[in-house]
Nanobody
Framework: QGQLVESGGGSVQTGGSLRLSCAAS????????MAWFRQAPGQVREGVAV????????RYADSAKGRFTISQDNAKNTMYLQMNALKPEDTAMYYC?????????????????WGQGTQVTVSS
C-alpha cells in the first residue's frame, strides 16, 4: 500500500499535452522496472510504456510511439510519462506499475505493485 503515487492527470483537448508522474519508494524503484498502464471503461488494462532504472531501457506500445515519452529521475525515485498530441482514444485511467524486468512487460499479471491511478480525459 502506498508504494506508488501518481499525479498529473487531467482534462485536455485533442492535441494537448499532459505529464504524469509516479513517485515510488526507494526499495520498489531500485528493484523493479516501472511501467504505465491504462484502462478505459469496458476495456482491458493495457501497457503503455516501461522503463528500467538500471540501464534506462524503454519500451512503448504502438499507440504511444512517437507521442509519449517515458523518463525517470533516479535521484527522486520518480518516473514520468510525457504525453503529447493526445487523442480522445487516449482517455483512460492511467496506472503506474512496478514489475520484475521488461520481458513481457505488457502483461499486467506480472505487476507486483500498482498505483491508485490518475484519470486522463481528452476531448475532441
Amino acid at each position: 500500500q502506498g508504494q506508488l503515487v501518481e499525479s498529473g492527470g487531467g482534462s485536455v483537448q485533442t492535441g494537448g499535452s499532459l505529464r504524469l508522474s509516479c513517485a515510488a519508494s526507494r526499495d520498489v524503484y531500485s528493484s523493479n522496472c516501472m511501467a504505465w498502464f491504462r484502462q478505459a471503461p469496458g476495456q482491458v488494462r493495457e501497457g503503455v510504456a516501461v522503463i528500467c532504472p538500471v540501464g534506462g531501457s524503454t519500451r512503448y506500445a504502438d499507440s504511444a510511439k512517437g507521442r509519449f515519452t517515458i523518463s525517470q529521475d533516479n535521484a527522486k525515485n520518480t518516473m514520468y510519462l510525457q504525453m503529447n498530441a493526445l487523442k480522445p482514444e487516449d482517455t483512460a485511467m492511467y496506472y503506474c506499475a512496478a514489475r520484475r524486468g521488461v520481458l513481457g512487460w505488457t502483461d499486467s499479471r506480472f505487476v507486483v505493485y500498482w498505483g491508485q491511478g490518475t484519470q486522463v480525459t481528452v476531448s475532441s
